[in-house]
């Protein structure tokens, strides 16, 4: 059986990010991958973060002379089985339903004639417009396929139809559409290593790595709280909002590193770039942790829950007499500590400390007793959880940094330039 191919075209939207995911899962599948994006794309999603994806280098402009000599849109098209837009944006589906071509995502669209599949994303508002629907019409009569969007809350803050689709949902649509077989078990997980990033011939800005400092480095952060299950529909939950980890995440991102972030249940866009696993408890947590390995850096800052209930009826606990249930805990194994002494321990392991009293004592013994090589440690007595500031202390082996009160996207880039110049 011949490899099959996508073209994959990045329009500009909060949710191009999820095209890295989506990559990553259609190569699970055994389908090969090239990229295009649009200029507005590139403002959400880096080319190098798509190129490190798709280990091949990412067409955006197509008056680039030195990419037109090497391949041009005609080809682009060619050499693909099905040419998927995902995110499509009301913007992009408009142009291919009015036939405009104005770049090379556009121009390949409209000079295609291989199967195309769309997938929109958008604000419930413009989906729901006349214009839009009148676009989609248009696009289905003339044979493009386009996906439903998933109904649910948005980054602007509004809820309704306009979601971009779960990413293995629309991996499971190419392989479709493609007549290959999709395998479900393969979307769950990350893949092995996405580090062999040639140096991108497009891009020598991003792959200096005076201008990244963390290009090609690894970093898994953990963020927000878990929830551990008391029946069906009852939770243990604690205040961490996950900000300041998904602020971490960010940063690293930003500073070229490949980062994994897993995220207890939380309300946060994930960060441009950032491969994002949703868990709910901490024995979810710590199995994806263990299946991010290997990793230079691993930043532990969610707020695992250091109990579940111990056991977890599979009906919801009735209260049917005068007796109140007891609720029974069990210790949750210790994530940090695990990887401490992991046969991958990552380069560089850093854990969190809430801390309401004698910070740096309570940090030096928690130093020691994880195993990991920092403890930053953080005053919790005011409203950090859930706040928007951070005083911290760093604590390591060699002694103590205390850094003053800062909003936590300061904090985090403070932390990663420091994680930066140690590894
Ligand atoms: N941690 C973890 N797995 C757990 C518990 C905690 O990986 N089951 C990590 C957290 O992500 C954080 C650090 O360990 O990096 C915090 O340790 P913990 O002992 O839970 O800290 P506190 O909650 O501050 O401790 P204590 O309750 O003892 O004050």
């Known amino acids: 059986m011949t490899e099959k191919r996508i073209l994959l075209i990045v329009s500009g939207g909060i949710a191009a990010y999820k095209s890295l995911e989506l990559v990553r899962l ?3 599948q055994g389908i090969a991958v090239r990229a295009v994006m649009t200029k507005s794309a590139a403002e959400f999603v880096t080319p190098l973060s798509l190129g490190v994806m798709t280990e091949d280098q990412v067409y955006g402009d197509m008056f680039d002379l030195k990419e037109e000599r090497e391949i041009g849109h005609i080809q682009l098209s060619r050499q693909a089985d099905l040419i998927v837009v995902c ?10 339903a009015a036939g405009i071509s104005d770049d090379l995502a556009t121009t390949i669209l409209l000079a295609t004639d291989k199967p195309v599949l769309a997938v929109p994303a958008m604000n419930v508002r413009m989906w729901n417009h006349p214009a839009t629907q009148r676009n989609i019409a248009q696009l289905r009569a003339d044979g493009v396929t386009v996906m439903d969007p998933d109904e649910g809350s948005m980054a602007c803050g509004e809820f309704g139809p306009g979601r971009l689709p779960e990413p293995p949902d629309v991996a499971a649509r190419i392989c479709a559409m493609l007549d290959h077989p999709f395998d479900a078990a393969l979307t769950s997980g990350r893949a092995p290593s996405t580090k062999a990033a040639t140096p991108l011939v497009a891009q020598p800005d991003f792959s200096d790595p005076a201008h990244r400092p ?3 480095k690894r970093v898994l952060v953990t963020a927000g709280p878990t929830y551990e299950a008391i029946d069906p529909v009852r939770y243990i939950a604690n205040r961490s909002s996950g900000r300041q980890g998904f602020a971490i995440a960010q940063a690293a991102a930003e500073m070229g590193a490949d980062v994994t972030l897993i995220a207890g249940p939380v309300h946060l866009v994930t960060p441009p770039g950032v491969i994002r696993i949703d868990v709910e408890s901490a024995a979810e947590m710590m199995a994806e942790v263990q299946k991010a390995l290997p990793t230079d850096v691993a930043i532990m800052v969610a707020a695992v829950a250091d109990w579940r209930a111990a056991n977890v009826p599979e009906q919801k606990i009735k209260k049917d007499g005068a007796a109140i249930p007891p609720l029974m805990l069990a210790e949750n194994a210790d994530i940090l500590a695990t990887l401490a002494k992991h046969a991958q321990r990552p380069k560089l392991l850093i854990g969190f400390a809430a801390e309401t009293e004698k910070m740096v004592e309570h940090a030096q ?11 930053v440690a953080n005053d919790v007595s005011g409203d950090v959880m859930g706040g928007a500031n951070n005083a911290f202390h760093i604590v390591t082996k060699d002694g103590v940094e205390s850094w003053p009160d800062s909003p936590k996207d300061v904090i985090a880039r403070k932390l990663m330039e420091k994680i930066s110049d140690a590894v």
Do not use: S
């Open 26 to 28: 259609i190569k699970r």
């Open 214 to 216: 963390l290009f090609g």
């Open 365 to 375: 013994a928690k130093l020691t007793k994880k195993g990991c090589d920092w403890i």
């Open 87 to 96: 995110p499509a944006t009301a913007n992009i589906m408009a142009k291919m």
